[in-house]
């Protein structure tokens, strides 16, 4: 018997699987700390958010299932916090595919044996994997905002790579912590990528944008098209490192976009 928490169910999503209409379910717990994360309830007081039953999930799956002319239907993504941190993933994603469903999961990486076995036994037909910084130590925990073994992420990176199965990668912008240094050597490390996916950073919800530290960067931003990186990860607290960075400007998006066109085989900007 199938025995997982979920926390959030998403019935009809245009925006988490590029070209399809999808249904979201939202596992709780983190091994991250990202200083921009949406979910952050779900990380960090999971406990603090309602149970949905899976029962109940099913039942609205089950009805949900309809086609619409000229888009795919019937997909689940499986986001978090991390999916595969959960030991009953596998028999989720089972329950789904019998269900006539395809899958998505929205993973960070950090466990590279998961992906591959779930890759390995056709149970999912998307990933969409967070490379969140370039592959070194120092940079991944400015992001992360905890030690992260970037081997793993790399093994996970280059299993998509390798396999057949389709794939996304995906970078959060995130401006004082990703400089023009970082992306430059991220954009390396990903070279060929079937597709990288940019996200702007967006202030999370009931962070509020104030203090000098924030102008400071700013006044840097105005005089340098992509703000320098800096090691603010160890320096600063997790409360005001929220809230002092603001979005990169959409021409810097489009920028970062043209230049990648050097290294992948498709770059998108999300909406
Ligand atoms: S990996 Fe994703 S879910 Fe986990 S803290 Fe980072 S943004 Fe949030």
Not at 23 to 43: D, E, K, M, Q
Not at 104 to 112: A, E, H, I, V
Not at 121 to 135: M, N, S
Not at 171 to 192: N, V
Request: overall charge positive; hydrophobic content about 40%; charged content about 25%.
């Amino acid at each position: 018997m199938l025995n997982l928490t979920i926390k959030g169910f998403l019935e009809n999503s245009f925006l988490d699987w590029p070209g399809r209409i999808a249904s979201v379910i939202f596992l709780p717990g983190c091994n991250f700390r990202c200083y921009y994360c949406h979910n952050w309830p779900l990380v960090a007081y999971p406990a603090s958010v309602p149970t949905i039953p899976l029962e109940q999930i099913f039942k609205r799956l089950d009805k949900f299932r309809y086609k619409r002319s000229g888009v795919a239907v019937g997909g689940v993504v499986v986001s978090g916090g991390e999916p595969t941190l959960h030991p009953q993933l596998p028999e989720l994603l089972g329950e789904l595919k019998m269900r006539g469903l395809a899958t998505k999961l929205d993973t960070n990486g950090s466990k590279p044996d998961v992906l591959c076995r779930l890759v390995h036994q056709g149970l999912l037909d998307f990933v969409a994997l967070d490379i969140k910084a370039p592959l070194e130590p120092e940079a991944y925990a400015d992001v992360a905002g905890c030690p992260v073994d970037v081997r793993s992420i790399r093994k996970s990176l280059d299993l998509l790579l390798s396999d057949g199965i389709d794939y996304e990668l995906r970078t959060t912008l995130t401006p004082a912590i990703l400089g023009q240094d970082r992306l430059q050597r991220l954009l390396e490390q990903i070279r060929g990528a079937k597709r990288w996916t940019l996200q702007n950073y967006r202030i999370p919800p009931g962070i509020g944008k104030s203090g000098n530290q924030r102008s400071t960067l700013d006044r840097r931003r105005s005089t340098n098209r992509c703000a320098p990186a800096v090691p603010i990860g160890k320096l600063i607290p997790l409360e005001l490192k929220r809230s002092f960075l603001s979005p990169y400007p959409a021409s810097t998006l489009e920028r970062i976009k043209r230049l990648a066109a050097n290294y992948v085989k498709e770059c998108r900007i999300a909406a």
